[in-house]
Each structure stands twice: as C-alpha cells, then as structure tokens.
C-alpha cells in the first residue's frame, strides 16, 4: 500500500517547489512535481496538500525526556507524544536522567524504555564525566549520536572541570563532542554576590547576570582551544550570546558547529517581568542583543542547528528566584510553529529552517537516511499549514507538565500532519499511542 501526499510545497535541500511524495511502507519511493494523473491506483491513500508546505520530519538533536527516574515531571510516551504534535520525528536524549546515563547498563536501558514508549525515533547521548573516558571505546558509534560533556552542571557527578579530564575526554572521544558550556567557578561567585544583595534567593531577573555572559564566552573559548588542540568534533549546545557567536566559523558542519535553541530566539532579559521563571533556562536568556544576533546566525552559517532543550518540570517546581525555580522549559511541541513564524517575520527563509532543524542534524551527527525527503530515505515527514490561527491552552499541550511559556500564544501555522517511517503518527489534533518509534541509526 502507498500513501500519496499530493500537491503540497515540498521544501527541501533548498528548493521549494509544488509536488507529490509517495510514500511506499516505511520509505519515500518518490519526491517529484505534481502530476494531473496521480490520482492514487486501487488501496493506494491520496493526502490532498493543496496550500501546504510538505518537510522533512524535524531532528531534535537535545531533550530532556526526564526518564529514568523523573518521570514525575515527563517520560518517554508523553513528550514523544508531544514530539509527533510538532512535527519532530527524531530526538536525542540527554544524559541527566536517574541513573545518569554514564554506563553502558544506563545507556541500554534508555534504549529498552525506549523500544517500549516512544512514538517517534530515538537516540541518546553518552555523558561524560571526569572518570569514565574508559567506556568511550566501547560505545557502538552507529547507535548513539555523540558524548555529552557539562562544563559547566551542578548535575551530580556530570561536572568535568578538572583539566587533565577535559583533555582525556577530548583526545580519546571518537565520536561528536556535545558540550553546555558555562564556567562554574564563575557562576558561583555571581551567586555568591548577588545572594549578598538580594538574600538566599534572588530575584529571577538576576539570573542572566549570575550564569553570565562572561561565564558563556569563558567556557566556550575553552571547549573550542580544547577541540583544536585535540582535533576534535564540538557541537556546542544552546549557545546565548554575541561574543560566543565572535568565536563560531561559519558553514563547518564537520569541524566545529553551534546549536541554537528555541527559547533563545524568542525570549529576552525583558521577558523575565511577564513570565518570570518559566523561562529560566541554563545557560540564561540574556539580553535582546544577544537574542538578535543568534537570529542573524541562523542566516549567515554561525548557526548550524536549531533545536529546543526541551527540558519539562512540574509548574510547582518553577515557583521562586534565580536559586530556587528549576531551569528548564518545555518546548518539542512548538518549535516548528515558532520557527515558522520567524520566517513569517523574515528572520529566516522556508528552506534555510529545513537546513537547521532537519538537513543539517542529520549531517553533523551521519544520521542514516533520515533529515531529507529522498527516494529510499526513512518517510519521515511533516505536513503544515499557514494561514491556520489556533491558540495555546492547557487542553492543547500534550506534555507531562501541563504548562508552556507559549500558552495564550496564538500561532498561524498548523501542524497537521506527522508521519513517522511512513506511519501517520499525527492526524490533526491526534497522536496514534499504539505507534512506536524506531532506534535511529548512524554512520
């Protein structure tokens, strides 16, 4: 049986053009201009795309998934559920669950959780720590994406900061180095002084003042002096400011490269009065120079991945200051219909977002035959549509937590459709919970 999504804008690989994708079991078996004629043959299903935009499904290279051991803010079913909704249909997890995933029997066993909850693809990074750079050579290359380093977490034992660990992790690691990049040193003395100020926890406004741009930029001069030095492959996570972006090449997907997250490219220091610490994140939402210089990189090539650091917490643990609230917010569900209304704003082109949010994962990290809309490739696919208001209410979020800094927020793109190896994950407002996923492959 074949599933012919006919007459929808196909966007791909830099071009945009009026087309058919016929889908054939899992893979796309043709990406070609409409054709009068293809009309569908006998138990073939025809998807009318008239006045839709037809992607690749979106790669979202960082989550928090919060599974094992905090599964009372997320979990795999629920925020892949909230994935499929947004159009993403493929996730990299990160390391800081319970146990942290910094063993090998940690990693295998997100994998089986996985194999049983997610309604979308997966994968997950390998942490690192200051002592575990044993375990690198024994990582199957083809299954994981890459190794997660904390230079700057207060995440239990994930904080590498000791300099010969560093070194280790960079000369021996073989596959991508992801690093979150903050200086912790300096991070507590800014606590330290404005604890003093303001008493034990101070106000959220402060808190881009205490994990600081001098604590971005020092840490990710450092990462990138350690990738050179070791000739290795950085992906610096989440990055928040102009001078970080000073450091960036531009167009070195296989060198050196930079993730943006959505929040980043939303919010700034002036959103912090209306919604306080929902939008407390690690690293810090800085100011709006900042926030506009990210977005003049995702079009010159400084930025090479957008992604969410999609990161949920019950509502109840964002309540308090910069020391208190959690970090973190939930965002899977609304990062393709926020980077749309970029492009509505002109930030970005149609087919520049492609590049960030699905082409350019899958080259950084050599996913296998996911990212484009290829003959053979995995039919992996999002179907939107413009011109679409809906608005952001609590019965609207599929996510665990509830809550989103984007409720109230009305958005004028839809998505309508997911499809997922070929299967309609996601039909207008319903996500299939019998699907599930496939473990993605690379290399």
Same mark, same amino acid.
Do not use: C
């Given at each position: 049986m074949k599933t012919i999504i006919k007459g929808g804008t196909i966007v791909n690989e830099g071009r945009s053009f009026v087309g058919d994708v016929v889908i054939h079991g899992e893979k796309i078996e043709s990406v070609m201009p409409s054709l009068p004629q293809l009309d569908g043959v006998g138990e073939d299903t025809v998807i009318d795309a008239t006045g839709c935009y037809v992607l690749p499904g979106i790669i979202d290279d960082h989550v928090h998934f919060r599974e094992p051991g905090l599964v009372e803010k997320a979990d795999i079913e629920s925020e892949s559920? /909230? /994935? /499929? /909704?947004?159009?993403? =249909? #493929?996730?990299f997890d990160m390391p800081n669950t319970v146990p942290q995933t910094t063993t090998l029997e940690a990693l295998e066993e997100k994998f089986r959780l996985a194999a049983q909850k997610s309604h979308v693809n997966y994968s997950f990074f390998f942490g690192a720590t200051n002592n575990n750079t044993d375990l690198f050579g024994k990582l199957d290359e083809h299954r994981i994406p890459g190794i997660k380093l904390f230079?700057? #977490?207060s995440t239990g034992n994930m904080l590498v900061d000791r300099e010969e660990a560093l070194d280790k992790i960079f000369s021996e690691a073989r &596959? +991508?180095?992801?690093a979150h990049c903050e200086d912790t040193a300096i991070i507590? !003395?800014?606590?330290?002084? $404005?604890?003093? !100020? $303001?008493? *034990? *926890?101070? +106000?959220?406004? =402060?808190?881009?003042l205490i994990r600081s741009e001098e604590a971005c930029y020092e840490s990710t001069a450092k990462a990138i002096e350690l990738a050179v030095r070791h000739n290795a492959r950085l992906h610096i996570a989440h990055i928040t400011t102009q001078r970080e972006l000073e450091l960036i090449p531009a167009n070195c997907l296989h060198t050196i490269t930079a993730e943006a997250t959505?929040?980043?490219?939303? $919010? #700034?220091?002036? *959103?912090?009065?209306q919604l306080g610490a929902k939008i407390k994140v690690n690293p810090s939402i800085k100011n709006f120079s900042d926030k506009q210089a990210l977005r003049d990189g995702l079009m010159d090539g400084r930025i090479s991945v957008v992604a969410t650091d999609h990161a949920p917490h019950l509502l109840s643990q964002k309540e308090g200051g910069a020391a208190r609230a959690t970090s973190g917010m +939930?965002?899977?569900?609304? #990062?393709?219909?926020?980077? &749309?209304? &970029?492009? *509505?704003?002109?930030?970005?082109?149609l087919e520049r977002l492609v590049e960030l949010m699905a082409h350019n994962p899958a080259r950084i990290f050599e996913v296998r035959e996911r990212g484009f809309l290829r003959p053979g490739y995995q039919a992996d696919l999002v179907v939107v549509r413009p011109h679409s208001p809906w608005t952001v209410t609590p019965d609207t979020i599929e996510s665990k937590c509830g809550w989103s800094p984007m409720e109230g927020h009305t958005y004028q793109w839809k998505v309508e459709r997911t499809f997922c190896n070929g299967h309609l994950i996601y039909n207008n407002g319903v996500v299939d919970r019998i699907y599930i996923g496939q473990p993605i492959r690379f290399r």
């Open positions: 559920r /909230a /994935a /499929a /909704a947004g159009g993403v =249909t #493929s996730f230079m700057g #977490s &596959l +991508p180095i992801m507590n !003395r800014n606590m330290k002084e $404005f604890k003093e !100020r $303001f008493g *034990d *926890d101070p +106000p959220v406004w =402060t808190h881009p959505v929040g980043y490219l939303l $919010f #700034s220091m002036v *959103d912090y009065e +939930p965002m899977i569900q609304f #990062s393709l219909v926020t980077m &749309l209304e &970029l492009v *509505d704003e002109g930030v970005l082109t």
